[in-house]
Structures are given as C-alpha cells and as structure tokens.
T-cell receptor
C-alpha cells in the first residue's frame, strides 16, 4: 500500500530565505507526482505536476524534483515571501487509483 | 475559464439527517474525483468517475455514502444518516483524462454534523 510522508510537518522561516520541502513515497510505481498549495479554509491549488519520466519542473520561484527510484521529491521555494505561507501537499498518482496525499507541510514566512 | 465549483460551501446538519453535496467539474473533463479532508487525517480518496465506466467506489467509508454523476458532468455525493465523524471538508477534483493528468480541485464543502 502506497504511503506518502512529508517532512517537516511545519516550518517557519524569515522572508527571503530559500527553503526545501520534502516528500517521500514507499512505492516507486507512480504515474506522476503533484504538489499543491492549500490556504486556510480553501481548496487545493495545483503548483507543479511531474510525470514519472521527468526529473524536475519549474514554475517561477518554485522548482520540484523527482527521484522515482528512491521514492523522493523535493519542492524548492526561492526567496520566500509572506504570501507563500500556506500548507503544501504532495500527492502521487498510481495506475487504477486516485491521488494519494501526504499530510502536508505548513509553512510560515515572517516579514 | 471556470474552474471546479462545489455547493454548498458550508453545510451544518443534525446527526441522522441526509445531505447532498454537489460538484460541477471543468467543462470537458472526463474524470471526476471526490476526496475528504478530516482534521488530523489528511486527504483521503472516496470515489472516482471516468467517462461512462463504472465508478471506483473503493474509498467510500461506509454504505451510507454514495455518489452519482449525471450526463458525465455534474456529480452529487450523498451521505445518509449523517454521523458526527462525517464532519470534514469534502473536495471534488476533475481532470481531462484517466491517469496521469493534472487534477484541479474545487473549493470544497465544509460539512459539520451536530
């Protein structure tokens, strides 16, 4: 059974710092991995989707990497801003299933 | 274009009552998913629809939960005889194809059972 783990559960950084969020999964037979952002009381906003054949994806200040063989993904946020404060969720998609989510990392960026 | 929409945004109901939650997926998306987000439990899959295929109901927690999708578009999640443990945020997502496509989420319905 696939399990997705995100470390750390919470992170507080000062504005401007670069940071890395970690995601690991137990079964490497995935189709893709998706990173989401969730603001309090809101739905999920898709940030990046990495297909299993890809190594990384970039969008603005965000860069996500995927190492399928080791079951790991990282989300790198450059030059963090207070507006980046949210919960970041990692999810994997396997054949015949829906997305399987980690429990998220809650990020707080102070000005 | 319009994203995934859900209604109501909030629902408070008494224990034992039935509730219906609605999801309007992105136009043209053939796959539709329901997830539940409970405090401390994270997001869990409930059910998904792909085109005209039989839905995958493997995530439904009990037979009090059911869902239908009419005309390959709008979906309704029904919870019968609600219990307090059903209190959660119910999220709907859609994607353009089965497997591998990016999923787009709605804002969710917050259900509170008193």
């Amino acid at each position: 059974k696939q399990e997705v783990t995100q470390i750390p559960a919470a992170l507080s950084v000062p504005e401007g710092e670069n940071l890395v969020l970690n995601c690991s999964f137990t079964d490497s037979a995935i189709y893709n991995l998706q990173w989401f952002r969730q603001d309090p009381g809101k739905g999920l906003t898709s940030l990046l989707l990495i297909q299993s054949s890809q190594r990384e994806q970039t969008s603005g200040r965000l860069n996500a990497s995927l190492d399928k063989s080791s079951g790991r993904s990282t989300l790198y946020i450059a030059a963090s801003q207070p507006g980046d404060s949210a919960t970041y969720l990692c999810a994997v998609y396997q054949a015949g299933t829906a997305l399987i989510f980690g429990k998220g990392t809650t990020l707080s960026v102070s000005s | 274009g319009a994203g995934v929409s859900q209604s109501p945004s909030n629902k408070v109901t008494e224990k034992g009552k039935d509730v219906e939650l609605r999801c309007d997926p992105i136009s043209g998306h053939t796959a539709l998913y329901w997830y539940r987000q409970s405090l401390g439990q994270g997001l869990e899959f409930l059910i998904y629809f792909q085109g005209n295929s039989a839905p995958d109901k493997s995530g439904l927690p009990s037979d009090r939960f059911s869902a239908e999708r009419t005309g390959g578009s709008v979906s309704t999640l029904t919870i019968q005889r609600t219990q307090q443990e059903d209190s959660a945020v119910y999220l709907c997502a859609s994607s353009s194809q089965r497997g591998g496509a990016e999923q787009y989420f709605g804002p969710g319905t917050r259900l509170t059972v008193t």
